[in-house]
């Protein structure tokens, strides 16, 4: 940023600033989603608003290394500083924390650069990757998440126990869902469906697609929106890949659609099940490239309790049309409806990810695949249209179809030999992430799995 874009940094903020004020609104929150997945945060007043957004708030570097526990990995320090830059054109006033805003943040070094490390800008330099070859991106994140409260043992007691999908969990949690529309709607989140999941405590909310950046955004929104309106019921909100030991998990499912000159590449082609055989490449790269994906996607020790069969969390390395037992399912729509809606949907992820990260590596290695289709490109497999966990194990590796890793361990490994992951991440946010996870293994190592579990519950 140079001192004319600082100018025009801070004509923005002012104006919004005014706004606030007029809403009787006292401190904007600037968010960024550090590499252990938790969202942190610095509040300043709207006084401070202009001078925040033009030459950004101090945030230590050490943050590039905290894990989900606050513990640090060893390989983070407390020299050195980076400018926090709030995002003004995203600001939200919060219905569920009257008197605060929102904006989530980039990440600047003290030069005026963007910050190597800042996992906003990582995504932002892969959706504009995208645009350069003509591609528009459209994501989504879907949010799962159990109300409850810890028990005496670290065991968990969900706030709602009526059936799964049930209306009587809507009469039982009073007004809350009717009021989470209202509040959702308010901050602009636009709502696509909110009902009851599978868990005992389970809810779960889709939301409109927007470009990688926005959704990863909106997600943050959703879920700080959740936890404190909970909060508001006297519930708890836990966002974690696996609430309880056993149970069903919440999944951080990731939606897109790549489309150009407005048309949707996902519908209405020559390939299998009607996708163009032009963005063929792209899926059949993701797909392969998911083992390693899953250590961005699934990154908590935890997210492999999760990431198990028949529990429509997609734990095989297949893709099919409509398959829920798919880590790749293709949502192909209605007849009439294709070209809008037809999108993929990656079930194997969680929201330990941090979804800046999580939209960035999807883009990468879908577009390096795409990078390397002159001449041919990757080519989909055969759709699977079964779950592949109904059949014996040498039954799935005959027909090619592997389970995801098992554990945290085995994905980052599948990530550090990856050709694109981490040279499309640079350098600095890569060893800073993979840093982050090998001390969470550590962490965790040698602990029964229960530890992991209600240690994480409500830190996601
Ligand atoms: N809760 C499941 C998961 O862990 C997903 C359920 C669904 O298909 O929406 O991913
Ligand atoms: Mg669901």
Redesign the pocket.
Known sequence: VDIGEREARAQRAAAAAQTLRDQEIAAVALTFVDNAGITRVKTVPVGRLEQAASWGVGISPVFEHFLVDDSIAKEGGPIGDLRLMPDVDRLTVLSAQPGLAWAPADKYTQDGDPYPGCQRGFARRMAEAAAKSGLTALMGF?I?WVVGENDDEGGFVPACTGPAYGMGRIAETENYVAELHAVLASQGVEVLQIHP??TAGQF?VSVAPSDPVGAADTTVLVRETIRSFSHSYGMRASFAPVVFLGG????G?LHFSLRRDGRNLFAGGDGPSRITSEIEPFLATVLADLPALVAIGSPAVTSYL?LVPS????AYQCWGSEN?EAAMRLVTGSVGEEDRVANVEL?CF?QAANPYLLAGAVLASGLAGLAAAAGGGRKLPEQVQFDPGSLAVEDCERLGISRLPQSLDESLGRLEHSETLPTAMGQELFDAFVAVRRAEIERFADRPAEYAVSKTRFRY
């Open positions: 879907e799962e999941e599978y779960e069903v998990g919440n999944g499912h999760r529990r429509w969390a997609g829920r079930k969680d």
